[in-house]
């Protein structure tokens, strides 16, 4: 397997000071600006990130230089994108780092609205496409100015990582048993095949088979208020099951409402061969998903791995809503999650390969997996990128693939069952 040139631009040890900036002094009737900062990073074609900037003193130094508050993953196109001559007003990509004032603050009770501090700018230039580390900046530069002089500075060191992928793709949806190809460039090479099977075979299931791809088997199950049984195994070229997913909790509707809740969600045990013992399986992760009502649903997946794969207990790795209409992207970040954890027992993991995914290791954490799947009642056709340091074998692979085909089927497990609710419950989950 042959993998895709990305690259890793991240953006660390952000800091900021000034003799110009101070923080809250919380005397009685004032309250000034809070003390906290943040910065919206932007790169033209990517969603704009934020992240915190601390205040420090001048004689204070930047204490956590590994610190990453943001990452961009960049392929080729996309590099080609940002290199392409822009507008008559933006001929030139830039990578801008725009800092404001913290929190809206208040004086005397009139609310305050943020400032802007003032703003990084970097092009950018060929040196991003040579695919070798390179830290394009590290240190101090002033970003604000007051009366021609400088008023604040930022530190941030901004370096790209070689990040190759592997790219995968179902050559059809999940339910229908699809190969799943390697895409490398505009080829397509199969690597495995994917086999969908439901237990307790029904005169509906025995049905299923003569009706047209346009029928969902969600839809089929309906007047059964339960979706159960639904198995996926991952097959090598020789014909091996090398992983599989099944469902141990049933997606079944709360009691007195339409769908799957948050309260009792369904769950997927995903699992790889057990080495040394024929058909037998051993756990690696449970995937959980539920319904999010709103204005927009939305399917919620939520991963751990388990403790068979790791030493300790279940471990978060990923919590992801995807739109329930036009779908989106689940993914394993551990910078991410690391970012957006609200609380930690202990640092998350550096996985090295699926096989001691969870241990620690000395590889930095980062982009793990993604998988982009189709909204429901849609034809998707999963697309999969897999981190190459995380592949060791083609069974690792393997698993991450039984991994995405459960996130795909959960989009359609948590379809409404089309039972009218009664009035005066529909809030109250």
């Not at 999969?384 to 989009?411: G, K, N, P, W, Y």
Request: aromatic share 8%.
């Amino acid at each position: 397997m042959d993998p895709q040139a990305f690259i890793r631009l991240s953006i660390g040890s952000l800091g900021l000071r000034s003799t110009g900036i101070e923080p809250s002094t919380g005397k009685s009737g004032i309250h000034r600006l809070s003390s906290s900062y943040v910065c919206e990073i932007r790169l033209r074609g990517f969603p704009v990130q934020t992240s915190s900037v601390p205040l420090i003193t001048s004689a204070e130094v930047i204490r956590d230089a590994q610190n990453i508050a943001s990452s961009f993953y960049l392929e080729e196109s996309d590099l080609k994108a940002l290199l392409a001559p822009g507008c008559f007003y933006n001929p030139h990509a830039c990578l801008e780092i725009a800092v404001f004032s913290g929190k809206k603050g208040s004086h005397c009770g009139v609310s305050v609205k943020r400032q802007q501090i003032g703003i990084f700018k970097m092009q950018v230039g060929p040196e991003w496409g040579e695919r070798k580390p390179l830290i394009l900046f590290n240190g101090w530069i002033g970003i604000g100015k007051n009366n021609g002089k400088p008023s604040a500075e930022l530190h941030l060191k901004v370096k790209l990582d070689p990040d190759p992928r592997y790219v995968f793709q179902f050559d059809d949806i999940t339910r229908l048993s699809p190969q799943i190809v390697q895409l490398q460039g505009s080829l397509k090479q199969p690597i495995f095949s994917c086999k969908f099977s439901k237990d307790r075979v029904s005169q509906i299931d025995a049905l299923s088979n003569y009706w047209p791809d346009s029928i969902d088997i969600s839809d089929l199950e309906c007047k059964k208020r339960e979706r159960k049984g639904w198995k996926v195994k991952i097959h090598d070229l020789s014909g091996s099951a090398v992983a599989a997913a099944f469902i141990t909790t049933p997606f079944v509707p709360s009691s007195g409402y339409d769908w799957v809740a948050r309260s009792n969600p369904g769950a997927w045990l995903i699992v790889r061969p057990d080495v040394g013992r024929s058909e037998s399986w051993q756990p690696w992760g449970k995937l959980e998903a539920w319904r999010e009502r709103g204005i927009k649903d939305s399917v919620c997946c939520r991963f751990h791995l388990l403790p068979e794969a790791h030493d300790g207990g279940n471990l978060l790795m990923s919590e992801i809503h995807i739109n329930a209409e036009k779908g989106g992207e689940f993914f394993i970040d551990t910078e991410k999650h690391m970012r957006t954890a609200t609380s930690a027992a202990s640092p998350i993991p550096s996985p090295q390969s699926s096989g001691d995914f969870g241990a620690l290791s000395p590889i930095v954490g980062g982009f793990v997996m993604s998988c982009r799947v189709q909204g429901e009642g849609k034809r998707s056709k999963p697309l999969v990128q897999l981190a190459l340091r995380h592949v060791t074998c083609v069974e690792d692979a393997a698993i991450f693939m039984a991994l995405a085909a459960a996130v795909d089927l959960s989009i359609e497990a948590c379809r409404p069952f089309r039972r009218k609710i009664k009035r005066g419950f529909r809030n109250s989950i």
